[in-house]
């Protein structure tokens, strides 16, 4: 039976990985991405995302030399994304050694970057990302660009469906509202983007607790859960939350 | 010395990266130019070749055309040299593919590459286990029935020969191949290299295979 997957996400920052801490752009080192993501791969994580938040061509390039590195360390899928906005920028990653390019602004100003990218290099390594937030006076989900500073006031749910229909392999979704409370995922709003699209929905945003990846992964029906801050600062851990999903019947990949 | 033939549109990183961790550097050619000169001036021969395949069959149908590897794959399994396709390129093997149109493929196996059916979610993406393993097969040693690999593809293989499918999974219904095995052509369907350890056991089991002097490989699977 196909499993439901446990995907720690980093977010680095001139080639180091770097936590969140607290609100806004305070942020620490959480040290070398080669020696975590082998920490991360060995407790059984299924796949792991970079995400380049470099703002300097210097730390993008910096940040490709932690893709090759880690790419050679790690014998699970890799997912890089953070500023992709051409089907270069695809391929760059891809030949530093990702597996999947997730592209997420880019994407949403210029859709063709979709279909070419899964045109040119199949869709199986198009993720889209896609930030949502509840609209309060609309009462649907929006889909918010630039990290949720700029809303767009399209529909996130048609969106996603249209990203679908462009050659996305997988959604990567995140809920504005839910990301950084680790309060747990929006359960809502994941499973009425899972309704609508045929391709795999990765959740993300709001993490706290192992509970909350078991909610997601029934109720919210992702095929994925990812999680960054609840593992960097090991309040839970992957084989805590694979063990506690796999005692109520939830598939997952077992790692002695 | 395992090469890898680069149909032009792949990462051969991970491939690459996955034989460095089980102990082997490979060479990597793109076209029967680089074949040639590595058959006559090598270091050693050619020990087995390893085909890899992300994107579109007939894209890379096409690609293997033009860069004369097609004849390469041909010259590889009369000289009796061991083949391993990995997902695409496993496909590739077959006789025929329905990806976006009708394209035949290399023909080494009897079978077509069909689309999984929209009941079920594609791509069948992420770790699936192994529901039937031909255990006492070389390239299966040590792998088991349960184990847990890393499938990603829209297209699967309806094998026409039954004992050319080796270990198999689940998916929407459906049995899916996941590793064939005909002679000394073998392909899987997941990622090796991105499926572990049961994926690097696979891919050490392959360099076994390909270190057996000729003659050892007789060929009753």
Known sequence: MLTKRIIPCFDVLDGRVVKHVGFLNNRRDAGDPVALAQIYCDAGADELVLLDISASSEGRLATRKVVEEVAAKVNIPLTVGGGVSTVEDVRSLLLSGADKVSMNTGAFRNPRLIEESAHRFGEQCVVVAIDANLHAQMGTYEVMLQGGKVGTGSDAIAWAKRAAELGAGEILLTSFRQDGTRAGYDLELTSAIARAVNIPIIASGGAGAKEHFFDVLTEGMADAALAASVFHFAETSVRDVKSYLRERGVPVRWVE | ?221
């Open chain 2, 1 to 221: 010395m395992i090469v890898v033939l680069d149909p032009g549109i792949g990462n051969l990183h991970s491939v690459l990266g996955g034989l460095r961790r089980v102990g082997r550097e490979a060479v990597v050619i793109s076209d029967k130019e680089a074949w040639d000169n590595l058959r006559n001036d090598a270091d050693g021969p050619v020990q087995g070749v390893i085909l890899p395949g992300v994107g579109a069959f007939g894209d890379a149908m096409t690609q293997l055309r033009l860069s004369g590897l097609v004849s390469v794959v041909e010259q590889v399994v009369t000289s009796r040299i061991p083949l391993l396709g990995i997902c695409v390129g496993m496909q590739l093997l077959f006789k025929v593919s329905f990806e976006h149109g009708e394209h035949p493929g290399l023909a080494l196996l009897p079978g077509r590459v069909v689309r999984f059916p929209a009941t079920a979610k594609v791509p069948h993406m992420g770790w699936n286990d192994l529901t039937s393993v031909r255990s006492h097969h070389p390239l299966l040693q040590d792998v088991a029935i349960g184990d847990f690999v890393y499938f990603v593809h829209s297209y699967y293989v309806q094998a026409d020969e039954a004992s050319d499918v080796i270990a198999a999974a689940s998916y929407g219904g459906i049995e899916v191949p996941a590793v064939v095995g005909r002679g000394l052509v073998y392909g899987t369907q997941f990622h090796p290299e991105k499926s572990g350890k049961v994926g690097e056991t696979i891919l050490r089991n392959f360099v076994r295979l390909t270190e057996l002097e000729r003659s050892e490989v007789s060929s009753p699977w």
